[in-house]
């Protein structure tokens, strides 16, 4: 390897440049070293993951602020050749970024401020292209923000943001459009405008065809309905997404607490016998049940009478003792083995284990005594039975 130095001896400028000299020595770029590559005019430029901690490829270009820049020896000296972001055309960036989908997990477990911390660095460098050039990540980061600030339910933030998505070709990824619907109508909600929120769901209700956006409908629908105090049309809102489109449990759980709140509202001396405080207690156990790491089960649990919540929380801590000591219970049987049946030397007979009383009783043992529980393993758990359904009201 060749190193030039320069009269000024700078050992910055050395550095780079036995860099820069490895290049030819380097394989030439595979499909998979190529996998994030930006194209401007006719020159596909293929860069350096800005999300991956890997070490940079001097042959790939360098994302600096605003620039693609790529550094390079000729007649012995550093060129740098730039390219501004803003005139990228296309992006080829096959797999998103890994922070998607864990701001989406985020999402779903109710942590917005996870979301939104995971997510920003994402929508900061696809906004240095334009946002709807095709390949870019920018819509599909957007709409996790969206989800996020949808929960943090601060109304001044998310209708600044729902301003900038309806500048931009929400079309470009499924569903974005309608759950910027679904943003403005659950804003409605929060200010009291509960007639819009009615008349809106019902025409969007009757226009749409996406059972995600459906399943969301109906929940807002049946929000309002409660705000009306018109209990049973909410029960049936809240029921339908458990009917017609139970097959997405992302949606389940609110669902539940929905309709938790109907029967609970509808509880009435009239309707005892129709026992709904119970309906609406097992409703809250199968979220807990089922749904164990959702937001939503923390909810049940405040939601369940105080008897019942506390007897969940001495089960739950009879089951981590119970895991604890099984754990221990295999790390020691582990190293007992260890020690009984040490490596011997090569060439060596193996050692004759020594019998003991307790071996020589075991043998004498029926043969039912050997069936014990296996260390580490738990019986299965029966799966958690549907809620019970109500009585026609």
Not at 15 to 28: G, R
Request: proline share 9%.
């Amino acid at each position: 390897m060749k190193i030039i130095r320069f009269r000024t001896h700078s050992l910055c400028a050395t550095a780079v440049i036995a860099l820069l000299s490895l290049s030819p020595l380097l394989p030439p770029l595979t499909p998979q070293l190529r996998a994030q590559v930006l194209v401007i005019g006719a020159e596909n430029c293929p860069i350096n993951d800005p999300f991956a901690k890997t070490p940079l490829d001097p042959r790939k270009w360098t994302i600096v602020n605003t620039d693609l820049v790529k550094r390079s020896i000729q007649r012995g000296s550093i060129v740098t050749e730039r390219r501004k972001l803003a005139d990228v055309l296309k992006i080829m960036w096959p797999n998103p970024p890994p922070q998607i989908q864990e701001a989406n997990v985020a999402v779903q477990r109710g942590d917005a401020s996870k979301a939104l911390t995971t997510i920003e660095p994402v929508l900061v460098f696809f906004a240095k292209m334009k946002k709807n050039v095709p390949g870019s990540h920018w819509l599909a980061a957007a709409s996790i923000k969206l989800d996020a600030l949808v929960l943090l339910k601060n109304d001044v933030v998310l209708s600044s943001f729902i301003r900038e998505l309806e500048g931009v070709n929400a079309a470009l990824v499924p569903g974005l459009a309608d759950r910027i619907k679904l943003a403005k109508l659950d804003q409605l909600l929060r200010r009291g405008d509960i007639s819009q929120v009615l008349a809106d769901t019902k025409t969007l209700i009757n226009e749409t065809i996406a059972p995600e956006t459906l399943a969301q409908l109906h929940i807002i629908r049946g929000d309002a309905l409660l705000h009306e105090r018109r209990h049973e049309e909410a029960l049936r809102a809240f029921l339908s997404v458990t009917i017609f489109y139970g097959n997405n449990p992302k949606y389940i759980p609110t669902a539940y607490i929905g309709a938790v709140k109907a029967f609970r509202a509808l509880n009435t001396p009239s309707n005892k016998h129709l026992q709904l405080e119970n309906v609406a207690n097992s409703y809250l156990n199968e979220i807990i049940a089922r749904y164990p790491h959702s937001k939503e089960a923390q909810i049940a649990r405040g939601m369940l009478p105080k008897d019942d919540r506390e007897n969940l929380d001495k089960k739950d801590a009879r089951g981590l003792e119970t895991a604890q000591a099984i754990g221990t219970g295999a790390a020691e049987e582990e190293t007992e083995t260890a020690v009984a049946t040490p490596p011997s030397d090569t060439g060596s007979e193996p050692a004759t284990p020594t019998p003991t009383p307790a071996a020589d009783a075991d043998k004498d043992a029926p043969a039912d005594a050997d069936k014990k529980p296996v260390a580490g393993k738990k019986p299965a758990a029966p799966a958690p039975a549907p809620p019970p359904q109500p009585d026609a009201l």
